[in-house]
């Protein structure tokens, strides 16, 4: 009889330790839950929050009247402005720098769907006028301590945009462009890797130019 009342209470012990070790998972498991469901929910919140947030920018750039025309649209209606591009002043030391980037931009803006070009400013709607400032080489990579092996020319360029017929000044911008190119002994071998070096400046420069005043037109 004691034998079987000992294997009784230590069944029932035992019970009781599976019992409270379920509970304590119990407890550990609801919580849990509980937090996960929470993030959930925050998670969702966010992104309600993130979607009004885009929609309100969106409907103020909208009644803003904001055109991303630099990325090639035409502008609203489907006008496009007519634009010259006359020879660019040239105050720097380099000879047929004028034509150079005149052609550069007019060879540039052409492939613009937003923009018509005319070839005298009596035919245009605007006037992109260019002034070169400045062009200065420097050596940037040596052979040796008398010789360079790499050289780089910093142009410097003034642009404005004109409205013809009212001469207002609608935009104007100072640009900076810097190219490297190598250097070779031979005269005729330098100068036309030199050249070629102004003339990636004069076709990057009016690449950038192009951008900014797309967002003005």
């Known amino acids: 009889m004691n034998h079987q009342r000992k294997s009784f209470w230590q069944f029932k012990s035992s019970l009781n330790k599976t019992i409270c070790g379920a509970g304590a998972l119990a407890c550990i498991i609801q919580p849990g839950a509980a937090v996960l469901q929470n993030f959930r929910r925050s ?97 940037v990579a040596f052979f040796n301590i008398n010789q360079s092996l790499v050289r780089r020319v910093t142009i410097r360029v003034e642009v404005q945009l004109t409205n013809r017929s009212t001469g207002k000044v609608i935009w104007k911008d100072q640009g900076l462009v810097q190219e490297d190119y190598v250097v070779d002994q031979t005269y005729q071998e330098g100068e036309a890797l030199r050249d070629m070096g102004i003339r990636r400046g004069a076709v990057t420069l009016a690449r950038k130019m192009l951008d900014k005043v797309l967002l003005v037109i």
């Open 43 to 139: 998670i969702k919140v966010k992104n309600l929050v993130l979607l009004m947030l885009a929609v309100t920018f969106l409907l103020a750039l909208t009644g803003c009247g904001y055109r991303p025309v630099g990325r090639g649209e035409l502008p609203a209606g489907g006008v496009r402005p007519v634009m010259a591009i006359p020879l660019f002043e040239n105050r720097s030391t380099e000879i047929g720098l004028e034509s150079l980037f005149a052609n550069s931009f007019i060879e540039t803006f052409s492939r613009s769907p937003a923009l018509r070009l005319a070839a005298r400013p009596e035919a245009a709607d605007l006037v992109l006028e260019g002034k070169i400032s400045s062009v200065a080489f420097s050596s």
